[in-house]
């Protein structure tokens, strides 16, 4: 809980830092200045790759049969395999619906992927679930999170 709140701590601070390199370019007319800081996309790939990685190890010390979990309701062939202490983005979303966060596009919010992205991914897990009612296999991930 502690390094969510350090983490949240330190983007607020880059965030609030961006605004004021902004309003400090815009003020002096460096408008193609202003074009590289907002483009900085590699920045913002890497900041969002940390966060995954905090939410992944918090979820997983919560939850750390959950991979395993899942799998055990998948044809051997869908079945998945990460590396220990990652979740891919297809997990992620079970993850969150595990969570509680049930709604595409919350989900799709927080992962920065598309609302089809998920619903993609809902549909998949739902096609190679070797479940009498692949319908429930929703309920079944909700109730993982169930302490």
Request: with cysteine; glycine share 2%; charged share 30%.
């Amino acid at each position: 809980m502690l390094s969510f709140i350090v983490l949240s701590s330190e983007y607020l601070g880059n965030f609030e830092d961006f605004q004021r390199a902004i309003e400090n370019k815009i003020v002096t007319k460096r408008y193609d200045d202003l074009k590289s800081i907002v483009s900085s996309y590699s920045e913002r790939q890497e900041k969002q790759k940390t966060l995954y990685s905090h939410i992944d190890a918090a979820f997983l010390s919560i939850y750390p049969n959950f991979v395993s979990s899942i799998n055990e309701l998948l044809k051997p062939e869908a079945r998945f395999n990460v590396k220990k202490g990652e979740l891919n983005t297809e997990l992620r979303v079970f993850a969150l619906i595990c969570a509680g966060i049930t709604e595409s596009i919350k989900i799709a919010s927080i992962l920065r992927c598309s609302v089809q992205t998920v619903r993609n991914y809902r549909s998949k897990i739902k096609r190679n679930c070797i479940a009498e009612n692949p319908e429930k296999i929703e309920d079944f991930i909700r109730k993982i999170g169930d302490i």
